[in-house]
C-alpha cells in the first residue's frame, strides 16, 4: 500500500505552521511539500484565482503540479487575518506575486482564504480560494466602527 504522503510530513503544530509550509512549498517549487499540507480527509477544495473548483486531492495535486511545472512561485503571503476556533483556522491573506522584468508592475497582488483543520495529523488545509486583486491590496479598507462607545 503506497504511503499516505501528508502522514510523511509530520504532525504540523499549528494553522500559522502549516500555512508557513504551504507558501515555503510554493516558493520553493515543491508540488509534494504543498501536498502535504493538504488534508486526504474528506474532499478538500482549491480554487485559483480565475480557475474552477478542484475538488480533492487527486484533482488539487494536479493543478499544483501544473503550477509549479515551470518552477517555483515566488509569492509571499502579507497581512494575514486570522480567525480561530478550537479546531478550525480561517486566514485571509494578501498574496504578494512577484512578476517577471519587464512587466508594467513589479508585483501582483492576489486575495486568498485558506481554511486549515485540527487533524489528528496536525492542522491541514481543506480550502484555498484565490482571487485576483489589484494593486489597492497594497492598501486595505475596514468599515469603520458603528459602536458608539
Not at 62 to 82: D, K, T, Y
Not at 100 to 123: D, E, I, K, S
Not at 134 to 149: F, I, K, N, P, Y
Amino acid at each position: 500500500m503506497p504511503e499516505n504522503p501528508l502522514a510523511a510530513s509530520g504532525p504540523l503544530s499549528s494553522a500559522e505552521a502549516a500555512e508557513a509550509a504551504f507558501y515555503e512549498a510554493l516558493q520553493a517549487g515543491d508540488a509534494a511539500a504543498v501536498m502535504r499540507v493538504w488534508s486526504d480527509d474528506d474532499e478538500p477544495m482549491c480554487i485559483h484565482p480565475g480557475g474552477a473548483r478542484l475538488v480533492g486531492t487527486a484533482a488539487i495535486r494536479a493543478s499544483f503540479e501544473q503550477l509549479l511545472g515551470g518552477g517555483a512561485l515566488p509569492i509571499v503571503p502579507e497581512r494575514v487575518l486570522r480567525t480561530v476556533t478550537m479546531g478550525c483556522a480561517v486566514h485571509n491573506v494578501v498574496e504578494r506575486v512577484s512578476l517577471p522584468a519587464g512587466a508594467p508592475a513589479a508585483f501582483a497582488c492576489v486575495l486568498a482564504t485558506n481554511v486549515y483543520l485540527r487533524t489528528p495529523q496536525g492542522w491541514r488545509l481543506v480550502l484555498h480560494h484565490a482571487s485576483p486583486g489589484t494593486l489597492d491590496e497594497a492598501g486595505e479598507r475596514r468599515a469603520q466602527s458603528e459602536r458608539l462607545h
